[in-house]
Structures are given as C-alpha cells and as structure tokens.
C-alpha cells in the first residue's frame, strides 16, 4: 500500500457522497408514494412502476457509500484508479502515454462524463484536474452496469492534480 502521501483522493468527494445520499431518500420516498398510491387505487400491478425507484435508490445508496473512498495512488505497477463503479483497475507505468494538468468545466456536470475524442472525465468537482493520455484505451463503465465505453484520455480531478501529474510523468516516461 502506498505511503500516505502518495494517495490522491477525489475533491468534494464527501459533499458528492452526502448529495447522493439525498438522493437515495428522495427516490425511496418516490418510490413510496408510488407504491402506495397503487395500493390505495387496487391496482397491485401498478405497484410494481416503483420496482425502478427502487433500483435507482439501491445504486445511489451503493455510489454514497463508496465515493468517500475514491481515491488515484501510484503504485509500483501502474497508476491505481479506485472510482465507484466506473473504475477499479491499475493503469501500467508503460501505457501512460502523457499527463497534464487540464480544466473541467461545471458544465462538463459531476459524476461519470463523456468529454469527448474518447475521453472521460471521474469528476467529483469542477476545476483543475490531471489528465492522462493512454496508449491503449481503457475500459470505463459509464451508465452502470448498461453501457461502458473505452477511454483514451482520462480526466480525474483529484485534490492535488499537479502532484498527481508530477508523480505519473516522474514514474512513467524516461
């Protein structure tokens, strides 16, 4: 395990964490209501329309309890990317093709985002955020556990994305 100083968690990662909690209570009293009010019309089969809140509710449940976890940490084999079901995997020194330190606009949005020219941002905040560029693509999840995509540059926007740049290009290029 990395030494402490070498782990970059994900900015606002907590607050993030607290809205999708909101969010989760908001869908479960949704999916209440639904189902109560089927119930109350006897139409029992209706109840079923809240089987999705339901479902919803369960995913935002599950990214609330993992985000305050996300964290990026230099390894001595590759770059190691924890990001709630988006991404869980360790990006080898050798496939790191560039990292930069780069902008992610807020109406780029929060969460898992398609920036486009094969690129994904795990964006937890808007702002500066480090950057990779891979060699090969990298498989993300973006629409759990319907659709994944596989991205070439990869946008995180970590606490300290200069010292994250630093790190990789420190490690990965000669």
Not at 82 to 93: C, E, N, Q, R, Y
Not at 116 to 144: D, F, N, S, W
Request: glycine residues 8%; hydrophobic residues 60%; contains cysteine.
């Amino acid at each position: 395990m990395p030494e402490p100083a070498q782990r970059f968690g994900f900015r606002w990662r907590r607050a993030g964490a607290a809205a999708l909690g909101l969010m989760t209570l908001g869908l479960l009293i949704l999916a209440g209501a639904v189902a109560a009010a089927a119930w109350l019309d006897g139409k029992f089969t209706a109840a079923l329309v809240a089987l999705p809140l339901l479902l919803a509710a369960a995913f935002t449940a599950a990214m609330a309890a993992k985000l305050p976890a996300a964290v990026v940490c230099p390894t001595a084999l590759g770059l190691a990317v924890d990001f709630p079901v988006a991404l869980s995997s360790v990006i080898p020194w050798g496939e790191i093709e560039a990292a930069a330190v780069a902008h992610h606009p807020w109406w780029h949005g929060l969460g898992i985002r398609l920036i486009g020219a094969g690129g994904v941002a795990l964006a937890t905040a808007p702002g500066p955020a480090a950057e990779l560029v891979l060699r090969h693509p990298q498989r993300v999840t973006i629409i759990p556990p319907v659709a994944r995509v596989r991205a070439r540059r990869l946008r995180l926007t970590v606490d300290d994305p200069a010292g994250l740049v630093e790190a990789v290009t420190s490690r990965s290029f000669p």
